[in-house]
């Protein structure tokens, strides 16, 4: 396992060098693996203070209706030379 991403704080993941803002979703069941993208205009209704983890159990499946969900950051590359 590489580090535990979801220890870290929305704060820290739009702040951090990969600056991402949106989020993905993945359904805590391996079988399943629905996985929804939350873009940044649902993330940013969230404070900064909040950590992934603390999201996770929001979250229900709308596939297999499973609580509980494992929350990535969206690193999708942002848009180059646009600033
Ligand atoms: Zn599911």
């Not at 996770?56 to 499973?66: A, D, L, T, V």
């Not at 609580?67 to 990535?72: F, S």
């Amino acid at each position: 396992m590489p580090q535990a991403a979801n220890k870290i704080t929305l704060g820290e993941m739009r702040n951090g060098r990969a600056g991402a803002r949106g989020l993905l979703v993945f359904c805590a069941d391996y079988r399943c693996s629905h996985m929804t993208r939350l873009p940044p205009a649902e993330v940013d209704r969230w404070p900064d203070d909040v950590s992934l983890s603390d999201l996770e159990p929001r979250f229900i499946c709308s596939k297999c209706g499973r609580r509980g969900a494992d929350v990535r950051p969206d690193f999708r590359p942002a848009r180059m030379g646009t600033c």
